[in-house]
C-alpha cells in the first residue's frame, strides 16, 4: 500500500503537493472547483503586519513558458488574517502555512509573534519578495538570513520555513538551518522584466517583476539538487512544476515536497490531478513510501 504523507521536521503533510504563495490566494475561489485540503498544504498570500494594496495594475505579463507577475504582496494584515481568514480554511481542514514578509528583521520577529499562538500548522518566512522596491530580499545575505531566523524562532516555536531566492546559496541555507530552521523552500521567482513595445515603456510601473513557469524548472531542480546534497533539514522545491513528472523529479533530486504555483492559473485542478497521479506512479513502481527514490540522484 502506497503511502503519499511526508515529514517535514515535525510536521505531516498527507502528501507533497503544496500551494505555492501568492497563486492560491486563502483557497477560497479554488474551494468552488474542489476541496483544498486534499492537498498536503496552502501556503497563504505573502502576509504583512499592515494591509497592502499591492502595486498597480497591470500585475501579470505572460512569457513564453511562463509568466511575469508584480503583484506587490497585496493582502489584508495579519490581524483580519488570524480573524477572519485562518478559522474559515482550519475548518476546511486544510494544512496552513503563512507565508510572512516584512521590510525588516524585528518585523519579521514581531509578525512571528503574532502567529505563535494560532492555528497556523507552519511559518514560510519570506525572504525573497523579486517585486519589491525594499526589504524582502535578505535571503541573498547568510548574515541578513541567519538573523532573521534567530529573531523569528525567538518569537515562535511553530515550525519555521525560509523562502530563498533564485541565488539560493548553500551557505545561506546553511546559516538558516543553524539559526533553527525547520526546512529550506526554494526558488521564489526570478526577477526579469516586459517592455510594451506601443509605448516603449516597461510593461510593470514596479519595471521588474517576478519570472515563474516550466522555463525556470531546470535551474530550480539544480538549486533543489544542490540544497538538498549539503543541508540537514528539509527541502521544498518551488519553480516550474507542471506534472507528475516533475514532481518525482524534485523529489529524486532531494526535495521533500513541492509548491505549485503558475500552473494553477493554467489549470485549476493541478493540484488533485498530480495527486492522484503520483498516486499511480507510486503503485505501478512498487514504492510504498517516498524514501525509497528521495535524493536517489545523489547516490
Request: glycine letters at 10%; charged letters at 20%; a negative charge.
Amino acid at each position: 500500500m502506497s503511502d503519499l504523507a511526508v515529514e517535514i521536521g515535525e510536521l505531516l503533510l498527507r502528501n507533497p503537493v503544496i500551494a505555492a504563495s501568492g497563486t492560491f490566494g486563502f483557497g477560497e475561489e479554488y474551494g468552488q472547483v474542489y476541496d483544498p485540503s486534499q492537498l498536503g498544504a496552502v501556503c497563504t498570500k505573502g502576509l504583512t503586519l499592515m494591509p497592502r494594496a499591492g502595486n498597480p495594475p497591470p500585475r501579470i505579463w505572460e512569457t513564453p513558458c511562463g509568466m511575469l507577475n508584480s503583484i506587490g504582496l497585496q493582502n489584508p494584515g495579519i490581524d483580519v488574517f488570524l480573524n477572519d481568514i485562518l478559522p474559515a480554511m482550519k475548518q476546511e481542514g486544510i494544512t496552513v502555512i503563512a507565508n510572512l514578509w516584512a521590510e525588516k528583521p524585528d518585523q519579521y520577529e514581531t509578525a512571528a509573534s503574532l502567529l505563535a499562538s494560532s492555528a497556523v500548522d507552519a511559518i514560510e518566512l519570506n525572504l525573497s519578495c523579486p517585486n519589491m522596491s525594499r526589504g524582502g530580499l535578505l535571503g541573498d545575505d547568510p548574515t541578513s538570513t541567519a538573523n532573521v531566523v534567530k529573531l523569528a524562532r525567538k518569537a515562535c516555536n511553530k515550525p519555521l520555513w525560509v523562502k530563498l531566492p533564485p541565488s539560493a546559496r548553500v551557505d545561506v541555507g546553511r546559516a538558516a538551518q543553524a539559526e533553527g530552521a525547520d526546512a529550506i523552500s526554494a526558488v521564489n521567482t526570478f526577477r526579469a522584466m516586459a517592455i510594451e513595445i506601443e509605448t516603449g515603456a516597461p510593461a510593470f510601473a514596479n519595471v521588474v517583476g517576478g519570472l515563474s513557469g516550466p522555463a525556470i524548472k531546470p535551474i530550480a531542480l539544480r538549486i533543489i539538487y544542490e540544497l538538498s546534497s549539503n543541508l540537514q533539514i528539509p527541502v521544498i522545491g518551488i519553480g516550474g512544476i507542471s506534472s507528475w513528472r516533475d514532481v518525482v523529479e524534485f523529489i529524486m533530486a532531494g526535495a521533500y515536497a513541492v509548491e505549485i504555483g503558475t500552473y494553477n492559473f493554467v489549470d485549476p485542478l493541478a493540484g488533485p490531478k498530480i495527486i492522484s497521479e503520483l498516486e499511480q506512479y507510486m503503485k505501478d513502481k512498487k514504492i510504498e513510501k517516498w524514501e525509497e527514490i528521495r535524493g536517489c540522484a545523489q547516490r
